[in-house]
């Protein structure tokens, strides 16, 4: 039997259910797919289309973000993160940093990222 073909963003959407403990009928209600997809696509079944995978993502209220792997001629991308809480966004360090900053705040916070154009590079530490 071979193993199942997991796609990176199909293991992060499934953790992210289990994190809002949303059982797949949920999931699938808020999200507009029937559960028995969503299940095959968590499990390396099935993969998504773009448009439904497009449909999952902001069902979760996530967005998909492309991010070019080199730099281009207009200069290269960085993304930065911070934490979306009372209103402001608090710029953090690394994607962990910010999921440590969210864990630690009462109330409703949301990491959140951007991509930012940089005209020239630049050291990452």
């Not at 902001?58 to 009372?86: D, I």
Request: charged share 25%; proline share 7%.
């Amino acid at each position: 039997m071979t193993a199942p073909n997991l796609d990176p963003i199909a293991v992060q959407l499934r953790a992210e259910r289990k994190r809002r403990n949303l059982s797949l009928p949920r999931a699938a209600e808020l999200v507009g797919l029937e559960a028995v997809v969503i299940g095959s696509y968590e499990r390396g079944d099935r993969t998504p289309p773009l448009d439904r995978l497009r449909q999952w993502v902001e069902g979760l209220n996530h967005r998909l973000l492309a991010v070019p792997t080199s730099p281009t001629a207009e200069g290269a991308l960085r993304v930065e993160f911070g934490v979306a809480y009372a209103d402001r966004v608090i710029p953090c360090e690394s994607e962990d940093s910010a999921v440590e900053l969210r864990r630690g705040l009462t109330g409703l916070a949301v990491v959140v990222a951007r991509a930012v154009r940089t005209t020239s590079w630049e050291p990452l530490s």
